[in-house]
């Protein structure tokens, strides 16, 4: 038997999915947030090609970066996950954002058009861009601000190695998810299997924090926003069947 919360979240949910269909601004809005964001990542990589960084610092950028992605792009996952205000004006991008658990298999595509279509859900990442570029004008430590950098680059990429976890059979993608450079499947299942766990999606390596995090602040989304989506069945529904 659902509560009446359940059923006003569901129908809440429903109302915000028809205005995404119906009202070009919200598709042609994450459209323009996929453009912001790329043109800043391509106006920062010369400024990190520029940089002042010795060999031996590198691969401690790397992991720093890698980490640091992984955890933020994590952390703003259990977010969203637990979201729930699709009568806000971020509403219909809140509902739209909860499908990738009614649908976990995306659609077959271009890595380059993956990586453009989902930038535009990062609205985030258009204002840590903008705040790096800032920084990188002030003038910062060169390790630091490559770091900043490849966190803002990572984040799109980690929408790749999210697709790539769900829709790949490539024996070279299966290489990088074994040595974890990309996320895969085994590490990423729970997340879908169980309650409330594994919300990174860059490699994975910052879940055993993010965990923590979820545990004690959140009651999980299976038995919550899950169920938010139970009766969407497409662009003009209001439909229920109970």
């Keep these: 038997m659902l509560s009446n919360e359940i059923r006003t979240k569901q129908e809440e949910f429903n109302r915000a999915m028809i205005k995404y269909h119906k009202i070009p601004f919200y598709q042609n809005t994450y459209k323009l947030v996929s453009i912001i964001n790329i043109t800043l990542q391509i106006i920062l990589l010369p400024i990190l090609w520029s940089l002042s960084i010795s060999f031996t610092w ?26 729930d205000q699709y009568n806000s004006f971020f509403g219909v991008f809140i509902a739209s954002f909860h499908l990738h658990h009614k649908t976990p298999e995306y659609k077959n595509n271009n890595i380059l058009a993956v990586y453009f279509n989902e930038s535009g ?98 009651s999980g989304y299976k038995n919550n926003s899950d169920k938010h989506y139970e009766y969407y069945q497409g662009k003009d529904t209001l439909n229920r069947t109970d």
């Design 58 to 83: 590198v691969l401690l950028i790397l992991f720093l970066a890698y980490f640091i992605t992984d955890f933020i792009n994590g952390l703003v996952h259990l977010y969203m996950d637990h979201n």
């Design 121 to 218: 859900m990062k609205f985030w990442l258009v204002i840590y861009l903008v705040c790096v570029l800032i920084l990188a004008w002030l003038g910062i430590n060169d390790i630091v601000l490559a770091i900043l950098i490849l966190v803002g680059i990572l984040s799109s990429f980690a929408e790749v190695s999210h697709y790539l976890c769900h829709n790949s059979k490539s024996k070279l993608v299966k290489f990088f998810q074994s040595i974890g450079i990309i996320l895969s499947m085994k590490n990423h299942k729970n997340h879908h299997n169980e309650d409330n766990n594994s919300y990174a999606f860059l490699n994975g390596m910052s879940n055993f924090l993010i965990d923590k995090i979820a545990y004690v602040f959140y």
